[in-house]
């Protein structure tokens, strides 16, 4: 999720109620209905995108509050039938709403959102369901739908919080180590984002790939400019901390209840609004795949009677299967992998497993070097700073005309689609410390009067990092030029990109898969294609 902040997300739990549980053993080897909104250099957005193609205003904004860490409480049994229809409720993070921390789902910048993807494993079918996330102490508008699974069924929940830090809390003492929940390593939380039975998920949907019972659709091509179709592990699109946050959105009433967003609960609650987490996966789905003429990957969604859903969840394995090198995964400088102490190889580990991914290899775990010819993979921090930038920099350049004319997700960041993801890559060079890796910012904004930025210049050329990763801690964000007196653009006024150079097309080597080993590459080393990593088998 992009924050202009680029807060880290590493506080400690406060009180005695915020849990913090890692499963003693994880078996995992060591849409366009929503937008993005978040707060934006710490104004709250008071627009919803529906789409990439229509947006409408909140007509009274919704409250912000200063206190920016929050509780979740975890139903009892949350990964089966009865568990999925039981509201989460959102509290202080003591586990109680007292104490002026406003944590209500009401308030724009403290919501929490909730996301279940479910595999039969005996046929390989998916669903998706989306929990409902109530206030404490308040009821739901509308009960939440109760979903049939199959028998043997296997669920996977993600959370997603427009907050920074969210700590589970359990209904009961064994609630979270039950259902396998996770929201950190030894007292320092992910932040905004939690899962619960990832490991056991991940690890039998691969397999049926494996077998061939889980099939996983093609990304396909743009029919707009012939390359693939972006993944959420695609350079293309990846920012500071990739891989985070939820497609869920939910229906909001006056009175400040909540209520699954289907069919017959807008009918049941007119005037009532949509609210939705800061999701890289929601920009993904609801923007960027759109605006090239591709389509996420869905399954049906149990919570709204059936109809195609996505989630972040889906999009991990179809990154999984489909995209080829340089694979984004993951980095150790992803600000909600880290800890006080700087890179965590067994924090970020924790996170990939959270969402499929495959653990460091062992010499990149290890501290190893971080340069290129040295055999690195592609998302070691300074390779990960690279990719992003000699990847995402022509994608962005290339598509401006495109992007221009597509609403922002976040209009108080930028302007339009364009200017929008200009700002979040320059933000993620700050935010990622990529000047520590000798690497130049290739973003030059300008902004207005409201803090948005309405033009971008981008300058697209291949760079090596060129020192150690330990220097990147020292890096400070490029500040972005300011116009006091231009106010936000026109979509079509995006400004005086430079020239771009031609997108890439991913190379021919394969994501790790759930059939053979996975290989990295760094694509300006000697040998590209085919660097000397640690092989991973998702099926072993």
Known sequence: MFTWSGTARRRRARGRSARLVVPAVVTLAVGLAVGVMVAAMGKPSTWISDSAHR???VATPLPTAA???CGLIVPANPLSAAGLATPWQLTGPDGTNTGGFNCTQSTLNLQAFVQATILDPATGRLWVYEPLVVTQGSAPAVAPARPHLPRHAIVNVMVGFNGNNLYLIGAGPQTLARANCVNGLNGSVFGQVSYCNSAAFYA?????????????RGNGRSPVTGQACPTT???DLVDQDPSDNVTTKYLLTADGRTAQDNAANLAALPGAITINNGSDNAL??????PSLGCTPFTAPDLSSDGRPGTSQTLDELSAAVNQRAPVALVPENDPMTMTGNGMSADKTNLYRIGVGQPPLPADQAAGGPAMAGDGQTADAPAAYCANMLNVQ??????NQARFAGVVSPVPLTGSNLFT???ARLSASYGNLGCAGFNLQNTVNLTTGAQGAAIAATLTSRQQQPGVAPAAAAAAAPAAPATDPTTGPAAPGNPGNP?????PSDPASQPSPGPSQPWTPSTPWAPGAGGGGGTGYNYGN
Do not use: V, W
């Not at 993904?284 to 795949?289: A, E, G, Q, R, S």
């Not at 430079?498 to 031609?502: E, I, N, V």
């Open 55 to 57: 947006t409408h205003a």
């Open 420 to 422: 929008f993801m200009a």
């Open 233 to 235: 592990r695609s350079f």
């Open 393 to 398: 920099t022509p994608f962005i350049a290339a």
């Open 498 to 502: 430079g020239t771009p150079a031609a």
């Open 67 to 69: 206190n920016m860490d």
């Open 204 to 216: 039998a949907a691969y397999r049926d790939i494996a077998r061939g019972t889980l099939r996983i």
């Open 284 to 289: 993904l789905d609801n923007f960027i795949l």
